[in-house]
């Protein structure tokens, strides 16, 4: 064994090498590609720096920077009082927080940039499965128009880089594959202990990839079955020892799991229907088709014909089969577990719609066929991402109110000099603290929300410099206070 400066030596000279290869790649593709993958990169930026510049903060990603992100690496790996900590990217995300930007930039640009990476990875991954550069850049156009890509580019959250580390993976994998030949284990094994380490729901990825690439691996004899359990139980090690500090304070593994579940039930609650119908709400969500019924399970159902029609020809039907467990994934965790689960949870599901929609085109020889098949739905996908998320009828505007109201009040307390507030809602109290944060300005909230820090019910009698009071709500302040902003969701008092 090599000391473990060497190692480290060993693997920085590696990561060196990997990105002279990428970069080499890059220079020997024909300039219409190159063209095309600048155009590409072009639409993602114009249209996520819209976003980044008029959505508002959203309530989650303003807990992440604020408990999490801003603190420092120490509380982002030891303190997980919420599952809106994200480890790995609240890790990466720290790295951007001290950059003399506004808080709104500081939150988003880690994601953004990892949006360019999982470009560039899946963009390899594509032409790597379909061999054809042109259907490739389709595919990611397809793919950064589904709502895990279009939503989580933006926003600081880490369901990003938990789809860039599957992409990686993938890749990994299915070069090793072409070339008849081991991958690199420690950095296979790694990139799953990185994405258990972003969000443990990565644990259905992993499920799913390890066994079906371990019997491929060993079929072909490049892997001895012993050396891939080991492979298998080091990964398991490894995540265990990196979420130990967080049961620890949690106060143990039961209420560890709690945390995870954020107030859903771990049992089986739901019938079989409830859940299918779950996973199916889950695909329609990430086609940005939220209220439609049939669409999730027409667009599966022709992506899976698309992905057997890929395995026919290429004669990889275990890889094929992976990739319809990976599809079909929102559904069979539903059905399997009979809870609710979010859907962003299986944002990686996403990676496998693009191919086998292209695939559709394999039943057919002409190769023009197939171009023109995928440059509509590509077309398509665009035109549907642009219609929700940059158009007012974005399909979760009502959160989207209450986010631009709580940035809206935040900035209305500074300047009125509030120190001291009270909240009808909790919603808002994330997004004023953190305004409050980076101003560098003390704020002490109360607020009805049950089980928050300084909860309190409102008594008349009590003073407060602000009080927000939800507008449906027939509560209203005593006389000492006035109205002094009013949103169409929220009131803004004034003592």
Known sequence: PLPGNQRLANMLKMMVNRCQRELAYWKALPPSVKIALLMLVGFYLATRLYMLISVPLERDESMSY?????????????YYPYPNNHPLYSLWAWLFSGLPLPVVWKIRLPALVMGWVAIWLAFRLYTMVLRRRVLAILCVAMLISLFPFGRFSVYGRGYLLQLAIALLLLLFYLRAL???EAPPWF?????HVFGFYTLPTFLYFSAICLPFMGWLFWQRKLVSLQTYLLHALA???MVVLLYLPFIITCGGWQAFKAVVYSGYSPEPVWSLAESLAQGKRGWNIFLLRPREELTAYGVLVAATLGLLALGRRRGQWLTTAMAITLLW????AHLWQRHYIPERAFSFAIIVLPPGLAGIGWFWQSGKLRLILAAAMALVFSLNYSRYFLAPN???????????SAAIFAQTLLSSGADTIYLHDGWYRPVIEMYFHEAGRPLT??????GSPNYRVYQAADHYDAVI????????PATTYRQKMMRPDAILYRY
């Open 66 to 78: 604020y408990y999490f992100i801003k603190p420092g690496p120490l509380v982002a790996t030891t």
């Open 178 to 180: 072409r070339r008849n």
């Open 187 to 191: 950095w296979v094994a790694l990139l």
């Open 235 to 237: 990964i398991g090690a």
């Open 329 to 332: 994934l929102p559904m069979l």
């Open 394 to 404: 974005y399909p979760f505007g009502q959160e989207r109110t209450l986010d631009a």
């Open 445 to 450: 909230v109360f607020t009805n929300s049950t």
């Open 469 to 476: 009071i939800r507008s449906h709500t027939p509560l209203v």
